[in-house]
């Protein structure tokens, strides 16, 4: 296995070591001479130059300080409102265009182009990695990736999603119970994005490592201490090329310590979920049919180094996006009285609603098409992966009538295409009733014309949560039943009402952050109420 770790996009990646010995003064200077060099020769190449875009924030660094903030992907959308389905930007040497328009993003993500991922996904790689060795999320080896992917899929069959129901279930709940528990004794405010958390943290443990987290008993859990606030800054640093060298130059700084120490904490759990891998008998495991999660690891054909990092990011993407698309759908039936109205409606006709109800079964999940509506809507709403993807284009392309120059960074924010009002009536609102409808998407007009998105005629997408192409979400059936399974059995059990902390719907929407995750800064803050 080529264990591939130098970016493959223009970048700052192979001057790491050297700017670590001049320290900052130093590297800003090298940063300038080196952009000016590489602005003087490329600057007009192409046609990057004559696309739309925002004012720069700074003549040097370009739209870094209005990119390096958590709230990125507001700037990312407003400015798509404004300049339109394609768009440029620049961060600090590099160039960036970043695409909205349904035909131009399938092009860059489709399995026929084969664009690699951006260099910007290289800082995640310390995280997962003692040795800095890349997993599936970002290995530039398409060998590699195709191995892990082949051999993992199986643990996402529809089979195994069902085998998931039960201990998903029984999860659930036990941590109602212990919600139930809370409001009984005057405890009625809940964070639900940590609680959606403890809840597919449980689910994955058991079924993919072998390890019982017990988060859902409310106990106290390390993850919950080291993994959001390490997201929070590798978004940070992905946006900005200058924040781990700043680390690394002056590792005495508290950030930085604060830093290394979460990293070494995930390591030692890496480990530990690593030994609980290679413990499975596979011969056991091949005669009973088992193709859980944690044995599709355990036949990989990596030694641990290789091995450690898809350990990581399967556990990372296993339990944090699904939580957050639990609790933002979650506030938004809160937001909605009307909306909960009809979910109870709905629960209450299959004999789901209330403490009268019947357990809820995998074939429920099927048959609460409002329900499954409204997580559609609120998934595009609060696409937790809102940031989307970053290629690069490894060879001079058109793209939408524009030629743009090998390196050009390629940026698909997911949330300007699913909430951009190019691509949606009523983009930026909420309402689960448009996917009651044939066609719920407008004709979107953008780069590349006119196209009846939505219309079978046509192959591009608007809706895109999971992204698409080879690279898509390999456990989105999962998360989906998670998803719908968590809600049913939320609002089964309790009336939600929105906490007066969270403030106006405004007020949510400028305390949205991204921590690789799109998250209310203050957390979802829910009122539960036990039906009776």
């Given amino acids: 296995m080529n264990a591939t770790t130098a970016s493959q996009t223009p970048g700052l990646a192979l001057w790491t070591p050297f700017l670590a010995g001049v320290g900052v003064p130093g590297t800003l200077a090298i940063v300038m001479a080196l952009s000016a060099v590489w602005l003087l020769r490329n600057w007009s190449t192409d046609d990057w130059a004559t696309l739309p875009g925002p004012p720069q924030g700074s003549w040097l660094t370009g739209h870094l300080p209005q990119l390096n903030t958590p709230q990125v992907h507001r700037f990312c959308q407003d400015c798509a409102q404004?300049?339109?389905?394609?768009?440029?930007?620049?961060?600090?040497?590099?160039?960036?265009?970043?695409?909205?328009?349904?035909?131009?993003?399938?092009?860059?993500?489709?399995?026929?182009?084969?664009?690699?991922k951006a260099g910007q996904y290289n800082e995640i790689d310390e995280l997962f990695s003692p040795k800095g060795i890349r997993s599936i999320f970002n290995t530039h080896d398409m060998e590699d990736w195709k191995v892990v992917r082949k051999v993992t899929a199986p643990a996402f069959s529809p089979a195994n999603v069902r085998k998931a129901f039960p201990v998903l279930l029984r999860v659930t709940n036990e941590l109602c119970d212990v919600l139930a528990g809370k409001v009984a004794a005057g405890q009625d405010v809940v964070e639900m994005s940590e609680?959606?958390?403890?809840?597919?943290?449980?689910?994955?443990?058991?079924?993919?490592?072998?390890?019982?987290?017990?988060?859902?008993?409310?106990?106290?859990?390390?993850?919950?201490?080291?993994?959001?606030?390490?997201?929070?800054?590798?978004?940070?640093?992905?946006?900005?090329?200058?924040?781990?060298?700043?680390?690394?130059?002056?590792?005495?700084?508290?950030?930085?310590?604060?830093?290394?120490?979460?990293?070494?904490?995930?390591?030692?759990?890496?480990?530990?979920?690593?030994?609980?891998?290679?413990?499975?008998?596979?011969?056991?495991?091949?005669?009973?049919?088992?193709?859980?999660?944690?044995?599709?690891?355990?036949?990989?054909?990596?030694?641990?180094?290789?091995?450690?990092?898809?350990?990581?990011v399967y556990l990372i993407a296993g339990f944090e996006t699904t939580a957050h698309s639990i609790a933002w759908t979650l506030y938004e039936i809160a937001s909605h009285p009307a909306v909960q109205q009809r979910v109870e409606a709905e629960l209450a006709a299959a004999g789901l609603l209330g403490p009268a109800a019947r357990q809820l079964e995998f074939g429920d999940l099927a048959a609460l098409p409002f329900l499954n509506c409204v997580l559609k809507e609120s998934m595009r709403l609060h696409p937790v992966a809102s940031t989307g993807t970053i290629r690069v284009a490894d060879k001079e392309m058109n793209l939408g009538g524009y030629r743009l120059a090998c390196g050009t960074l390629l940026w698909v924010p997911f949330i300007t295409m699913l909430t951009s009002n190019h691509n949606w009536e009523r983009g930026e609102d909420f309402w689960p009733e448009r996917w009651e409808m044939d066609v719920p998407q407008v004709a979107a007009a953008g780069a590349s014309g006119p196209t009846a998105v939505g219309n079978a005629a046509s192959p591009a997408k608007t809706y895109l949560p999971f992204s698409d192409g080879p690279r898509n979400c390999i456990g989105q059936n999962l998360a989906l039943m998670e998803a719908r399974a968590v809600l049913a059995s939320m609002v089964s059990r309790f009336r939600l009402e929105v906490a007066p902390e969270m403030g106006s719907r405004e007020d949510v929407r400028a305390d949205e952050v991204m921590k690789l995750t799109l998250q209310c800064g203050k957390g979802i803050m829910l009122k539960l109420k036990l039906r009776q």
């Fill in 195 to 312: 609680a959606a958390m403890r809840v597919t943290l449980d689910v994955l443990g058991p079924t993919a490592y072998g390890y019982d987290f017990k988060a859902r008993t409310y106990a106290y859990c390390e993850m919950f201490e080291i993994i959001p606030p390490l997201l929070g800054e590798f978004t940070l640093r992905s946006t900005n090329p200058l924040r781990p060298l700043v680390h690394r130059c002056l590792p005495f700084l508290p950030a930085a310590r604060k830093y290394r120490q979460r990293v070494q904490a995930c390591h030692r759990w890496w480990e530990v979920l690593a030994k609980s891998v290679r413990a499975v008998d596979l011969e056991k495991a091949a005669a009973e049919g088992d193709t859980s999660l944690r044995v599709c690891l355990a036949q990989l054909p990596f030694d641990d180094d290789h091995l450690i990092p898809n350990i990581a």
């Fill in 82 to 116: 404004k300049y339109g389905s394609m768009f440029k930007l620049r961060l600090v040497h590099m160039r960036m265009v970043v695409v909205s328009d349904p035909l131009l993003v399938q092009t860059i993500v489709s399995r026929s182009s084969a664009l690699p």
